[in-house]
Every structure is written in structure tokens, then in C-alpha cells.
């Protein structure tokens, strides 16, 4: 990744958000916990 490129986005955007450690999986990843919280996502979506 491109250092210092989340620092970069958050102040033109002004919206705060991380890098993922692994960018590979990270779509998989929480496509994975969407699926398994179907439809408590739409009810609580914090927990």
C-alpha cells in the first residue's frame, strides 16, 4: 500500500476508515460475516 494514503483520503473525504492488514481477503472477509449476521444487520448494525 501507498504510505500515508489513509491520512491523505481522510482529510479530502472527512471521513474516517482504516487500511486492512490483509487487502487480499478483506472483501471475502466481510462478506463472510454479512452472510453469517443476515438480517441482524439491518436491526443493529454495530453489534
Excluded at 11 to 37: C, H, M, Q
Amino acid at each position: 500500500m501507498i504510505a500515508g494514503v489513509d491520512d491523505f483520503l481522510n482529510k479530502r473525504i472527512g471521513l474516517d476508515f482504516f487500511l486492512s492488514k490483509k487487502p487480499l481477503t478483506a472483501i471475502v472477509e466481510g462478506t463472510k460475516l454479512l452472510l453469517k449476521n443476515r438480517g441482524s444487520y439491518f436491526v443493529k448494525p454495530t453489534e
